[in-house]
């Protein structure tokens, strides 16, 4: 008798507590929540000139989760950052504005930077510039070393920095986006498809010019080549364009006319598919570039206008 006391009891115990549970009305929101973070000046300026015109994430606080786990990461020094917000902003998004149109760049530019302190470095001493992930976002790297640039090198020297470490890794990515939206025509991968190096390009000793590659990485597979020729060649002038066909013209070796044939075929592919003239793009693209070197563009100015 006593145990079925127990028991009834026991049995009135659990049935309050779960008519008691019933009852209660779950909340939507979770009480989970990460910590806040005040908006700064500089989020107020990346919120004005990149978010609320083109829907723009520029991330550039370090996040674990989009780093990759593979090499060591650091985070982008806060005014170096604003130094890079700058400069994608003036001569990459401006730029597509002005050769493309605005809803060009509202349609098609990456919805989100990511920037790391550091170049992801291989042991075999290759690092990586950059990255672009699913046609949305682009991961720059290296940001630190910018500030150094800018304080050290001026004039030439300081462009020709900017568009191989930084500047071209933008339109190197950004390449690679538009070729997932619009594949560019098989033809351009068959002009020298026997003497792609997959990943043997970086031991390769050979002249890359000589054999129809305008770099070194552009010998590893055809997407690589074909956003390598794109964006050197926008990210320079034709004196230089004409110095390379030289170079690899030399000694006999085809390569000048393997590299006119590659452009040419990513000429008729930025026109008939995105109606963009890549000459005039060049020419904006330096005259941009210019522009920074010259100091005529304030890279610290984070305030409101």
């Known amino acids: 008798m006593k145990k079925y006391i127990k028991s009834l009891l026991l049995f009135a115990v659990v049935f309050t507590l779960a008519a008691a549970c019933s009852e209660d009305k779950l909340s939507k929101d979770s009480v989970i929540s990460g910590p806040a973070t005040e908006k700064n000046a500089f989020d ?3 919120d004005y000139n ?8 520029f991330h550039y606080r370090y996040d674990l989760k989009e780093s990759n786990f593979s090499y060591v990461t650091v985070p982008a020094d806060y005014d170096a950052s604003i130094i890079y917000a700058h400069l994608v902003k003036y001569l990459c998004i401006d ?21 790391m302190g550091e170049w992801e470095y291989d042991n075999n001493g290759n690092f990586t510039l950059g990255t672009a992930e699913g046609g949305k976002k682009i991961m720059l790297a290296g940001v630190n070393v910018l500030k150094q640039d800018i304080q050290k090198l001026s004039g030439d020297a300081l462009i020709e920095r900017l568009n191989q470490y930084y500047i071209k890794t933008v339109h190197h990515e950004f ?10 025509p098989d033809n351009f991968k068959n002009i020298t498809s026997t003497t792609y190096l997959a990943g043997k390009w970086s031991d390769s000793k050979r002249n890359n010019l000589e054999y129809g590659y305008i770099t070194k990485y552009a010998q590893k ?10 964006s050197e060649y926008i990210t320079h002038d034709q004196a230089w364009w004409d110095a390379q066909l030289g170079k690899a013209g030399k000694n006999g070796a085809d390569g000048a006319s393997l590299l006119i044939s590659k452009m ?4 008729d592919y930025m026109k008939a598919s995105w ?4 000459d005039v793009l060049r020419d904006v693209v ?11 563009v304030d890279l610290e100015d984070i305030s409101i206008k």
């Open 286 to 296: 330096n005259r941009r570039t210019r522009d920074v070197a010259a100091g005529l």
């Open 50 to 57: 990149f978010l609320k015109p083109y829907n723009i994430d």
């Open 264 to 267: 040419d075929i990513v000429k």
């Open 221 to 230: 597979e055809h997407v690589e080549d074909f956003a390598e020729l794109l």
């Open 95 to 115: 730029t597509y504005d002005e050769v493309a149109g605005v809803d060009f760049t509202k349609a098609y530019f990456p919805k989100m930077f990511f920037l």
């Open 175 to 184: 390449t690679h986006i538009i070729n997932q939206t619009k594949p560019y």
């Open 44 to 46: 107020i300026w990346l």
């Open 275 to 278: 109606g963009i003239d890549l």
